[in-house]
């Protein structure tokens, strides 16, 4: 099956799906991961990565 692909930005920055679907690594539509499962892939909750 498909792995899941972080894409990490700055909190001042925003995506820009349209360049993001351009990579290779990312599947066709975007698809964003819901809130669980971020924090079943990460252990953490989205949007904090940290300082």
């Known amino acids: 099956g498909d792995l899941p692909v972080a894409l990490v930005l700055r909190g001042d920055h ?3 799906s349209v360049k993001a679907e351009t ?22 909750a989205p949007g904090s990565v940290g300082r």
């Open 14 to 16: 925003d995506l820009n």
């Open 23 to 44: 990579l290779d690594e990312i599947a066709k539509p975007l698809r964003m991961a819901s809130a669980k499962e971020i924090e079943e892939a990460t252990g953490s």
